[in-house]
């Protein structure tokens, strides 16, 4: 009897150290949730990023989605039967002092089967290098996670066939498109987590501006004060010891150059830009059109709601195609919304003054060859730049007295060119991807300007405004 008892004793003690020391129970049930770190984690896109300030806890969910996926226990994937991925850090040394390190924190002893040191002791896997580590999958099988620093070199990336990729801290460009193809054939996620110093790279253009339009790219920022678990005392702190351009890389993980040259730095995707939703007939407005041949034509379809907010609901954007192609494409998408047209049937559009002119090439103007195809389109709009600019900056700045603008998610050449329009010489923007601006501007340009609300007066002042009225008449009778 007495065997037996202190046998259940060893047994609770070892439980208990294994509660104490599963962190990853602790992080899925903790007292204090990181909602960031979960929409991350319930993301089903394939291509992940996490754009955050130090210590905001972006590396804490790229460790934890690694264990998730080769455990096979993923609270919001389907989860399979062994996993194999890498963990990509800049050097071997920063492999062991942060991802690998958080990799252990989460990964319980009495899970893994083997680890395969490139250096240092299997049995004190923190203090050495990690080849890779082979972990029990809770349907029976194992997985694979390896470990890859970035010094080693793009050879090193290449032949293998993985489940995912994990990116702690931003890669070289070539590093990047070799592990995307690592995962193809398994349909295999990339995720990352960063903090972004080195400007505007690959990064910035392929997840951030999304410049193709990868359907499977999602990323999201983290600050310091979406981590529940940084004292605010702590973070006064840090933030008093960092000028501007350093706080908005190292606490909210923007990227601060980018943000310096925009033209349009009050553009918020969080405040912007909306989920489409079905539109009452009675707020639709009109179409404005960027025209284009080689270049992209830009069209985007414009509602205002009865407090006088725009919206921006579709857009058709296409380049090398001719005024035929892009006619029907335009009356196809008007059919889809139900657009209004006028009396003779016809849709009406807001177009470029350019497009009033005659080629050497062509005896009919665009705006001719537009309205022979059905669409009537308007060439008499405001293009000075300056102002237009004004404009557009007054609807998106929400403490004016214009309307505010919100665009629909699925304008995304409207959305990329507006987190990309930067300032160039001469006080002028970069004449670059501002196929949607331009059109945009056009119709911001046509709105009136709204008529602030004038405070109602007091019975002092209206008693005022009497004695003048009174004194006004005995002197014009006089």
Known sequence: MKEIVEKLCRIESELKKRREGDFLAKYNTGEKIHLKQLAFHKSQKRNRWVFGGNRSGKTECGAVECVYMARGIHPYRENKNGVCGWVVSLSAQVQRDVAQKKILRYLRRDWIEDIVMISGRKDAPEHGIIDFIRVKNVFGGSSVIGFKSCD???????GASLDFVWFDEEPPEDIYFECR??????????????????????VYNEIYLNRHHDEEVWYEFMEWSDNPYLDEREIRMLEASMDESVLQSRRYGKFAEARAGLVYPEFDENVHVIEPFSVPKEWQDNISIDPGLNNPLSAHWYAVDFDENVYVIAEHYEAGRDIDYHSEAIKRKCRELDWHVDTKGRICALIDSAAKQRTLGSVKSVAELFYERGILVNPNVEKDLFSGIARVKSYLNRKNG???????????????????????SG???????????????????????????????????????KRIRRLSRGKFEA
């Open 152 to 158: 080693q070199g793009r050879e090193k990336f290449q």
């Open 181 to 202: 193809m690592r995962v193809f054939d398994r349909r295999g996620d990339l995720f990352g987590t960063m903090t972004p110093l080195k400007g505007l790279t690959f």
């Open 402 to 424: 214009l309307p505010n603008i919100y665009i629909f998610r699925n304008c995304v050449n409207l959305i990329a060119e507006l987190k990309g329009y930067y300032w160039g």
């Open 427 to 465: 006080d002028t923007p970069r004449k670059a991807d501002d196929h949607s601006l331009d059109e945009m501007r056009y119709y911001l340009m046509t709105r009136p300007k709204k008529t602030p609300v004038l405070p109602e007066k007091t019975a002092i002042e209206r008693d005022k405004e």
